[in-house]
């Protein structure tokens, strides 16, 4: 039976870990913070003998680009990666390296020059992050269930038999969006996948233009084929630069079902930015996370001008025209029906009850976020 350290106390500057039966006090140095632009986070700890490591879980396309050399199970990591992506898990790489004494102590004062900087300190943080963040050894990767939620394919398949379209766009790996996608009833087995993974803008642009030439070839036949297109990130790059995105554009138009994944919050935004411009439809962007916020919030800009969102993290809060003061207040607020039932009475929002009737026992304060004077303080 093999036995993995755990966790068992964890004190503001260490962490006690439980190896083989005994307790080890491993002191926490520091921490570079996660964000979707480094798609990684590290910690650098001081073991209990004194020596100093880093260690660093993120994307596996980030952490493998930051080995150093003679790993000994990239392989096979790559293997069960590819294996846990299939299955529709989320996954994540872990490397650490150990820092010596003189390195560390050089470093600490770069980073902590760049965490007192004030303007343009994430920036500062993350250069200090690259430095050390550097000649990695590979340990393996760790895989997660994100189960869909009850009606989720149900609901998706209904929407597009509506004829309402469907782009997710996700950091995802691809065969985990790919299957996702399947799982949700967003893409179908029947659908011919068309799939972009260019390395170059010229491969990129070829490819498109092969492509939209050949199904427009084929609808002027008569052949209807029902298509999905998934690009991943660094195609969509390519994809979103002027001279290329309205071809872009059209072949995703010309299909059932879009996924693009390994995308960042940024290239969430000009995706959602590319399709408003071109295209008079009504658009919804819908976002479960932090990094959706500047897709949301470029989707409400034009469209959404007296919007109730319900935000459900903190960064979120600034987006939407109302909120609810406290998150607990939330699960009632989604008692609302709709937007053109709600009654705005002294900053009141007011939900019905079955028989039409004010039910002014579940009164939930809002307040209009476009007018600063009406934010409570804090907020």
Partial sequence: MISYPSAQTRKPKSVFVNIHGQSAEYEILDVCEFNSTR????????????????????ADTVILERLGKNQLFTEKTLAHLEDYATEGLRTLCIAYRDIPAAEYAQWATIYS????????????????AELIEKDLFLLGATAVEDKLQEGVPDTIHTLQMAGIKIWVLTGDRQETAINIGMSCRLIAE????????????????EFISRRLTAIKN????????????VIDGKSLTFALEKD???????????CKAVICCRVSPLQKA???????????????AIGDGANDVSR????????????????????????????????????????VRAVQR????????????????????????AYDTSKSSARPSGY
């Fill in 296 to 335: 949301v919030w470029n989707y409400r800009r034009t469209y959404m001008p007296r919007s109730y969102h319900i935000a459900q993290e903190l960064q979120k809060y600034n987006i939407p025209d109302y909120r609810p003061r406290q998150e607990q207040f939330q699960k009632a607020i989604k008692k």
């Fill in 39 to 58: 798609k990684r986070m590290s910690t650098v700890v001081r073991t209990p003998d004194g020596t100093i490591k880093l260690y660093c879980k993120g």
């Fill in 190 to 205: 029947s659908m011919n996948m068309v799939i972009v993974n260019e390395e170059t803008a010229h491969d990129t642009a």
């Fill in 342 to 365: 709600m009654r705005r009475n002294r900053g009141f929002a007011f939900s019905q009850t079955e028989n039409g009737q004010q039910d002014q026992t579940k009164v939930i304060r």
């Fill in 244 to 254: 290329l995105s309205k071809s872009f554009l059209e072949l995703a138009l010309l």
């Fill in 113 to 128: 020059q760049a965490a007192s900087t004030i303007n343009g300190r994430s920036e500062a943080l993350d250069q200090a």
């Fill in 218 to 229: 084929q609808r002027s036949s008569g052949e209807q084929e029902d298509l999905a297109l």
């Fill in 270 to 284: 000009l995706v959602v930015k590319l399709v408003k411009k071109n295209q008079n439809s009504i658009l919804l």
